[in-house]
């Protein structure tokens, strides 16, 4: 069965047996609306299997019909009812729990643990539902909890504070101006506690998105809340249960159980090449990872004068590696450049790696020759390719943008074809001398480049085209097809 397919079903029948047992939950309350029609309850929950949602909200409408029909504060308690039935169709989850958390009013460690994971669920939904829906809480609450009280007295539950006049309600709208004097506008600052509450559950999706919120952001919300229901309760001189630390515990156990805490440290994230080495940018994320892994032994290379030394230079340096000559070199990166004979390279090698050396980088236009001659193998290969032309004319854009026309750079920049990278810069530098001495950009350029000859040779692509065909191990740092470099 496909994935998609098992997940839609598993929501409707997962909703189907939590209204189900939502239904029963409020019967057994002493929810007058269920006892009349008993297979109501039924038909209410069949409705999660043709949409999740379709479930919650037609009990939420039935709850709100019963009370518009009822006597007292049955009217105010509909219109606290209906939005969330509104809004139940697409946050279904959320409102199984604030039904769960009304239906479990006075029994205190359960409706602390539903309250909990209602405001733990707000992660999932957007700000204005979740201020919707913990504002409406209060005020739902706080209805239900004063139609129970006989006059005269206060109480505190489900982190809500109730005051009861002892004035008889005459009528209904006696009952709503009562409830409105003596609690909205009263003692228990409901007013106050409605805005805090709806402030904070707004909070919990926006904290969401923050670094680590999926964590704090529900437990951020009910100390909010707890402390804003201890003031109004400290002020009445009520004694709060000690069971409202079910509600910070359950949210904390959720947070942990769906997003557990991981062991190993965030990833580094991975810097970009120095802007002179961004055509290199294969062979600089290559060379950072075999570095950062730390290979034993890696082999960079590449045609004269094309970056090899100031590539190795700056990986290292971008990963806070020190490079040495072969000295004191425990621990550390050898940088072991092959410009010269190589006749004692082997035992150079083998010496550097009884020592425990980090890593050994081995720089060299001529690799063929070099892994040939060791001994030790060399699984791990970088090769620093020449800059290509829309890279040339991007260096020289950098150096001699403010010196030369756009047209004068992209010309210079075709000329350069078999300039390797240090010899463009020396090349640009140059140009930037001459016109700096008064002379203007084309003679400047002629000047520059009848000094500065092109270095990159046909023998250094030949070594390379020779290498790369022949090499067994891990090669890396192409910025275009292989076939392409061959035949440069």
């Keep these: 069965m496909d994935l998609k397919l098992r997940k839609v079903l598993a929501e409707r029948v997962i909703s189907f047996l939590a209204v189900l047992a939502l ?22 929950a069949s409705l999660s299997l043709g949409h999740p949602g379709l479930g919650p909200a037609t ?63 707000l992660r999932h939904v957007t700000p204005s539902f979740a201020a919707t829906l913990v504002a409406f809480y209060a005020l739902t609450a706080n209805v239900i909890l004063y139609s129970t009280l006989p006059p005269g007295s206060i109480a505190c539950e489900g982190f809500v504070v109730v005051m009861k006049p002892h004035s008889p309600n005459q009528s209904v709208a006696g009952a709503v101006g009562n409830w409105l004097f003596s609690n909205l506008l009263g003692p228990p600052n409901l007013l106050l506690l409605v805005l ?7 909070s919990v999706p926006r904290l969401n998105k923050l670094e680590a919120g999926e964590r704090v952001a529900p437990l951020v919300s009910i100390l909010t809340m707890l402390i804003s229901y201890n003031f109004a309760a400290g002020k009445l001189g009520l004694t709060v249960s000690p069971f409202i630390i079910v509600a ?20 580094r994230p991975l810097p970009e090449p120095p802007i002179l080495l961004a055509h290199l940018n294969r062979a600089w994320v290559s060379l950072y990872h075999f570095l950062k892994k730390g290979e034993k032994i890696i082999l960079v290379f590449g045609p004269r004068n094309c970056g090899k030394t100031l590539l190795i230079t700056e990986v290292c340096a971008a990963l806070g590696l020190k490079t040495t000559d072969g000295r004191d070199n425990r621990n550390q990166v050898i940088h072991v450049a092959v410009t010269d004979g190589i006749s004692d390279l082997n035992v150079h090698l083998k010496e550097l790696v009884d020592r425990g050396v980090r890593s ?32 040339r004319i991007n260096l020289l854009r950098i150096i001699l943008g403010g010196v030369l026309s756009r047209e004068q750079i992209i010309e210079l920049g075709e000329k350069t074809e078999a300039y390797g990278l240090i010899t463009l810069i020396k090349l640009s530098e140059k140009i930037k001398d001459y016109i700096s001495k008064g002379i203007d950009g084309k003679r400047a350029v002629k000047q520059a480049l009848d000094e500065i000859k092109p270095d990159i040779n046909i023998e250094d692509l030949l070594e390379c085209e020779k290498f790369i065909v022949s090499y067994k191990g891990l090669l890396a740092g192409f910025a275009e097809p292989l076939s392409s470099i061959i035949n440069h």
């Design 23 to 44: 239904s029963g939950l409020l019967e057994i309350r002493g929810v007058a609306a269920f006892e009349a029609v008993t297979y109501s309850r039924l038909l209410i």
């Design 196 to 202: 805090v509450y709806a402030a904070s559950g707004a």
């Design 59 to 121: 009990l939420l409408a039935y709850l709100a019909y019963f009370s518009a029909t009822s006597n007292g504060l049955g009217p105010l308690q509909s219109i606290l009812i209906i939005p969330v039935a509104a809004l139940s169709i697409r946050y279904w989850v959320q409102a199984i729990l604030w039904i769960a958390s009304l239906g479990l009013l006075s029994m205190s460690p359960l409706n602390y643990a539903a309250l909990g994971a209602l405001i733990f669920s």
């Design 248 to 267: 910070p515990t359950t949210s904390f156990i959720l947070a942990i159980i769906t997003n557990p805490p991981s062991l190993k440290s965030p990833a």
């Design 360 to 391: 050994i980088v081995i720089e060299t236009n001529r690799p063929t020759e070099v892994v040939s001659y060791l001994g030790i193998p060399i699984n791990r290969a970088v090769y620093v390719h020449p800059p290509h032309k829309e890279a």
